[in-house]
């Protein structure tokens, strides 16, 4: 055993349970000491936080699928109220756009067809196992403005084939997102407009009172399939009219109480 799997194996998570619910709410799980002798450096995954010199770091990043009915319905899927189903990003896929700045987002290689989708992101601070969806809004952190970018084809193909939809969605700046907004500044988000313009047209336009789980139900659910930890972001799923972007397109996305954000695809 190396030291450093020694010292997370020795590692115990500071744990509370909070009231008498069911659920253990994480308040901290960073494993601390001198940084380990490596032959190169991988870059950390840390995203803006506004009004803070302060980043939050990014341990994963969780996706909701199907998350509005008519959108649900646009991917040919049933709407009624199933379970939610989550799929994952690398966290190094993350594109930050600052507000107020027009970023550029390379097109990217293999797709013919590709998309946006327009999401509220909730960023946690604390994680727990088996966490209620009335404790479950203690563990968000930050909110944001996100675009879950897809490769609709590549998407699509695998799923025709039963195959994971892994080149589809987790690929390279896949994750756009601004800085995050701190909770105890903008509050939670379970109603307001949520839209995205492509080249000052809109394309999608929705209400966050439309998801079929709210970010509260969304990490209960999470927190029975994985353990929560702090540093995780979750994207929470987005409302129907997805469609192409090519390049040259200037994408803008909204959320009421949230900073809009800019991207240009090249
Ligand atoms: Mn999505």
């Known amino acids: 055993m190396t030291d450093i799997n020694r010292r997370n194996a020795l ?3 500071a744990t509370m349970t ?6 253990t709410i994480t308040a901290s799980c960073a494993t601390t000491g001198p940084s380990p002798k490596t032959p190169f450096a991988v ?3 840390y ?4 009004n ?15 998350n509005y009915r008519a959108h649900s319905i646009e991917m040919g899927s049933n709407p009624d109220r199933e379970p939610p189903f989550f799929f994952q990003k690398p966290t190094d896929a993350i594109q930050l756009v600052p507000p107020g700045e027009t970023v550029d987002h390379p097109y990217p290689t293999l797709t013919k067809n590709y998309h946006y989708e327009v999401e509220l992101v909730a960023a946690l601070a604390k994680g727990g196992r ?4 009335d404790q479950a809004l203690e563990l968000v952190y930050a909110y944001t403005v996100g675009l879950d970018m897809t490769r609709r084809d590549l998407q699509r193909a695998m799923g025709d084939e039963k195959k994971p939809w892994e080149i589809g969605k987790s690929f390279d700046r896949s994750a756009v997102l601004g800085p995050l907004q701190p909770s105890a500044k903008v509050g939670h988000f379970t109603q307001g407009a949520i839209w995205l313009k492509v080249n000052g047209q809109t394309k999608q336009n929705a209400n966050l009172n439309q998801m079929i789980w709210n970010v509260a139900e969304q990490i209960a659910n999470l927190s029975r399939a994985f353990e929560l930890m702090p540093g995780d972001i979750i994207y929470s799923g987005t409302p129907e009219n997805v469609g192409p972007v090519v390049k040259g397109d200037v994408m803008d996305a909204h959320i009421d109480g949230l900073p809009d954000i800019r991207v240009k695809v090249v």
Request: hydrophobic share 45%; aromatic share 6%.
């Open 43 to 45: 870059n950390g995954t």
């Open 47 to 50: 995203i803006a936080m506004a």
């Open 130 to 133: 088996n966490v209620t969806s």
């Open 52 to 66: 803070s010199d302060m980043v939050f770091p990014v341990r994963r990043i969780y996706c909701i699928g199907r």
């Open 11 to 13: 590692h115990t998570a």
């Open 18 to 23: 909070v009231g008498a619910a069911v659920g």
